[in-house]
Antibody, heavy 120, light 109 residues
Framework: EVQLVQSGAEVKKPGESLKISCKAS????????IGWVRQMPGTGLEWMGI????????RYSPSFQGQVTISADKSISTAYLQWSSLKASDIAMYYCARLVSAAGFAFDIWGQGTMVTVSS | EIVLTQSPGTLSLSPGERATLSCRASQSVSSSYLAWYQQKPGQAPRLLIYGASSRATGIPGRFSGSGSGTDFTLTITRLEPEDFAVYYC??????????FGQGTNLEIK
């Protein structure tokens, strides 16, 4: 079964760092880009960036460039999203998703989401 | 920057009725790169339609997509109880690389 399994919910303090993960299984990890999408409470979907796990090439939304870092470790089929200094405005659900070029570059498989809470 | 505007914001219908959801782009979007997603409360989004009109794997035939240029439509014929959810359109290709619409909440009347 093709799936993306994300790491569990996180509760952090402002200024702390965080790295959340997205582990792929059931397909060749390096053959598909992975994207990250933010959903703030009660709001819609925002694209953050994508990464090619094969060579770690990444592309970011201008809104998130410099705010987060997307990486991948192909040896363990895992993509990551990380922050160096969290803010209260980072409170959101974060989804990883597989990008399929054959489906018009849509996201066909999604992780279950990782909820990030930032509170002092 | 391409902006996707979905209408209506909320659509109230009854099971068995037909739903028509609109997604309008601020600039022309390639039909190949327009997708629709369904999201139910507490769940991740699910891909319904890609390439403006192709159903994703496992999506029932009552879901269909159409449109080109700046106007795209998701149609759900004969609504089932499980179809009541939020629907998002999404485009790929223009800066930013991906854009989502703000969503249409399809609720039970």
């Amino acid at each position: 079964e093709v799936q993306l399994v994300q790491s569990g919910a996180e509760v952090k303090k402002p200024g702390e760092s965080l790295k959340i993960s997205c582990k792929a299984s059931g397909y060749s990890f390096t053959n598909y880009w992975i994207g990250w999408v933010r959903q703030m409470p009660g709001t819609g979907l925002e694209w953050m960036g994508i990464i090619n796990p094969g060579d770690s090439e990444s592309r970011y939304s201008p809104s998130f460039q410099g705010q987060v870092t997307i990486s991948a470790d192909k040896s363990i089929s895992t993509a990551y999203l990380q922050w160096s200094s969290l803010k209260a405005s980072d409170i959101a659900m974060y989804y990883c998703a597989r990008l399929v070029s054959a489906a018009g570059f849509a996201f066909d498989i999604w992780g279950q989401g990782t909820m990030v809470t930032v509170s002092s | 920057e391409i902006v996707l505007t979905q209408s209506p914001g909320t659509l109230s219908l009854s099971p068995g009725e037909r739903a028509t959801l609109s997604c309008r782009a601020s600039q022309s979007v390639s039909s190949s790169y327009l997708a629709w997603y369904q999201q139910k409360p507490g769940q991740a989004p699910r891909l319904l339609i890609y390439g403006a009109s192709s159903r994703a794997t496992g999506i029932p035939g009552r879901f269909s997509g159409s449109g080109s240029g700046t106007d795209f439509t998701l149609t759900i014929t004969r609504l089932e109880p499980e179809d009541f959810a939020v629907y998002y359109c999404q485009q790929y290709g223009s800066s930013p690389l991906y854009t989502f619409g703000q969503g249409t909440n399809l609720e039970i009347k």
